[in-house]
Nanobody, 113 residues
């Protein structure tokens, strides 16, 4: 069974930066399509960023210019670089293999003002 393990979450101050990592146990999956989602308390899970098999990325408006999604095939890892964090970025962040429909367990990001 392929495993996805997120890490990198934490307690941050507004304006700081944080990088989330999602390590996939199956290297062949890394070059496929991926998504980073987040879910804040009381809210539905939302797609924050996506990375397709060609390397093209897309972002929701609220994180454009602040978040960057990337991958390192050699490390079997998908990243979400988050800069200029805001209080409203507080959520549990999940990576998803959009090609294979698998999810990680999530990592908590809390941003205080």
């Amino acid at each position: 069974q392929v495993r996805l393990v997120e890490s990198g979450g934490g307690f941050m101050q507004a304006g700081e930066s944080l990088t989330l990592s999602c390590v996939c146990s199956e290297i062949s999956w890394i070059s496929s399509a991926w998504g980073w989602y987040r879910q804040a308390p009381g809210n539905q899970r939302e797609l924050v960023a996506s990375l397709d098999s060609t390397g093209r990325t897309s972002y929701i408006d609220s994180v454009k210019g602040r978040f960057t999604m990337s991958r390192d095939i050699t490390k079997r890892t998908v990243y979400l670089q988050m800069n200029s964090l805001k209080v409203e970025d507080t959520a549990v962040y999940y990576c998803e293999s959009e090609t294979y429909g698998s999810w990680g367990q999530g990592t908590q990001v809390t941003v205080s003002s």
